[in-house]
């Protein structure tokens, strides 16, 4: 099956520093989401982006889906970005059923 | 709109007991998605509903863990019995051709088994 790996697994920045964290995956995708979980363990929708680049406020994504990676942006970081970041693509199986397979996750801690 | 709502938040339970978690998802959303999340790892699939039908049960301990959406719109989640490895949160999710079938989570449920 597709495998999703994200790099790199932890990363400690001080507030104000900017970041890119990568997904890697190994098979063609239908579409490609980034989602940043928080302390408490909510999933927040950053990108749905399964090509090209999109940018919301300090955040950007970029996916190359020929090369089959995507990179998150994340510029003058502060301390309410910390949390986990994962990346799922989503894959459809021979009955064109749509499944998301998962990253195993960047975990980020910006420290004041 | 209102996103996807799930009760409860927190649950403790010994072990052998049972639960039921709900989720109610975004309106319009045909496509339900229950999911295991462990600490420290990513989200694990457990069951995945087109309206009130079953589209993807693989990953579903079927021995103790149930789940339903009969009318094809909120769900129930049953663990029954419950182990010390059930420990987890849960998360539901939906997604809507309408939203190009992006997922939209909800706040989850903390499960401790003692």
């Known amino acids: 099956g597709i495998q999703v790996e994200q790099s790199p697994p932890d990363l400690i920045l001080q507030e104000g520093a900017n970041s890119t964290l990568r997904c890697n995956f190994s098979?063609?995708?239908?579409?490609l989401q980034w989602f940043h979980q928080n302390p408490w363990g909510q999933l927040i929708n950053l990108f749905y982006i399964p090509s090209g680049t999109k940018q919301n406020g300090r955040l950007s994504a970029t996916t190359v889906a020929t090369e089959r990676y995507s990179l998150l942006y994340i510029s003058s970081s502060q301390t309410t970005d910390s949390g986990v970041y994962f990346c799922?693509?989503?894959?459809?199986?021979?009955?064109?059923?749509?499944?998301?397979?998962w990253g195993l996750g960047t975990s980020l801690a910006v420290n004041p | 709109e209102a996103g996807v709502a799930q009760s409860p938040r927190y649950k403790i339970i010994e072990k052998r007991q049972s639960v039921a978690f709900w989720c109610n998802p975004i309106?319009?959303?045909?496509?339900l998605y229950w999911y295991q999340q462990i600490l420290g790892q990513g989200p694990k699939l457990l069951i995945q509903f087109q309206n009130n039908g079953v589209v993807d049960d693989s990953q579903l301990p079927k021995d103790r863990f149930s789940a339903e959406r009969l009318k094809g719109v909120d769900s129930t989640l049953k663990i029954q019995p419950a182990k010390l490895e059930d420990s987890a949160v849960y998360l539901c999710a939906s997604s809507s051709p309408g939203h190009s079938y992006e997922q939209y989570f909800g706040p989850g449920t903390r499960l401790t088994v003692t």
């Open positions: 309106s319009g959303h045909a496509t």
């Open positions: 799922a693509v989503e894959h459809s199986n021979a009955g064109n059923n749509r499944k998301l397979i």
């Open positions: 098979d063609s995708v239908n579409n």
